[in-house]
């Protein structure tokens, strides 16, 4: 029987559906080194965002033909390596839209509401004093910037307009028009929306174009009343200078559920901001999302093994598979 590598804790039904075609390699402590001895005769790689699959490590398994990626972000594996090798790389980019759509429009609402720096005042005795040091502001009617109109950034247009009553523009050069909802307008200047924007929110890849492309250049740009928001990927922003710029009061907040480092150094000024909100790369880790991207990323490797044409395989193109 093949063998497959889980690198992660992942559901038992996830493991149910890989025990069906293959012996199953378990190590959800996720530890590298670990990783390194176990993936020698494998087959297949359920991997999370934490191991860093470079040629080396694919060198290091000669059988390997699949990793498939618990998410959608393929980043953290070297995508022209794995074609090069013949390796599919999978992903699970419909698996877990919605919920990081849903952690964002609550970092949205938790940020602009200043809701942790108030419960930490009031929890500190200063009930009094906290009510009116740093007002939040209201969002009915006020303009959402999304970066990268793909599947999240969708879904985050479309709640922020239920939900908020918000105005929603947009800057991907990538979409054709006619995918943009009714009543959000679309850019073809990125720059318009970094001004124009009162809450501005990044969902783009991170790619050798989106690199630390959030940087002073366009940061500058925005208001000092606007909240900035990345769920996407840590280093497409310079968090450093956005710690600058709120300490500045250019800025008035951040939340970021990915960081340039994950974990954080434990010196991340970020980290001692009372106007950010971090969350541990967590929005899609809920309890219903990590059991379907779990489970999707099972059934694209089974699929692999049992000769049936795997959903969602993201070389596609660089394998020539029609
Ligand atoms: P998607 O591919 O559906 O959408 C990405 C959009 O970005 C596309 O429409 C593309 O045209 C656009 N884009 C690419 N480069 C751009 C650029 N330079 N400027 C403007 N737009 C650009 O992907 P998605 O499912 O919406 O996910 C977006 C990203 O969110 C993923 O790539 C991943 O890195 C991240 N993500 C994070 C988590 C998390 O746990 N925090 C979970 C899922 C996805």
Known sequence: MKKVLVNEKVSPDA?????????????????????????????????????????EL???????????????????????????????VLHTPDANTLTVAEHTVAFIGAITKHMLF?????????????????????????????IGYGRIGKQVARRCMAA?????IIYDPYISDDV?????????????????????TIHV???EETR???????LSLMKPSAYLINTARGNII?????????????????????????????????LKNPKTIISPHSAALTAECTVRVACEAAQGIVDYLEGRMPKSIFNRKGLNIK
């Not at 012996?23 to 965002?49: C, I, K, N, Q, W």
């Not at 630390?212 to 366009?218: A, D, N």
């Open 118 to 146: 108030l419960d930490s005042e009031t929890r500190q005795g200063k009930f009094k004093t906290a009510r009116r040091l740093y007002l939040p502001v209201d969002l009915d009617g006020k303009t959402l910037g999304i």
């Open 238 to 270: 310079d968090e450093a200078y956005v710690v600058k710029m709120l300490n500045e009061n250019r800025l008035m907040g951040a939340a970021f559920d990915v960081l340039t480092n994950e974990p954080p150094l434990e010196d991340e000024e970020f």
């Open 58 to 88: 694919m060198d290091m398994a000669p059988d390997l033909k699949v990793i498939s990626r618990t998410g959608t972000g393929v980043d953290n594996v070297d995508i022209e390596a794995a074609t090069k090798r013949g390796i599919m």
């Open 205 to 207: 890849p991170l790619t």
């Open 180 to 200: 943009v909802a009714p009543g959000v307008v679309r850019y073809s200047n990125e720059e318009d929306v970094y001004k124009q924007a009162d809450v501005l």
């Open 164 to 168: 908020f009553n918000m105005k929603v």
């Open 212 to 218: 630390k492309h959030v940087r002073e250049k366009l």
């Open 15 to 55: 493991l149910n559906i890989l025990k069906k075609a293959a012996e199953v390699v378990y190590m959800p402590s996720g530890d590298h080194d670990e990783f390194r001895r176990l993936v020698r005769d494998v087959t297949a790689v359920m991997l999370d965002t934490t191991i860093k699959f470079t040629p």
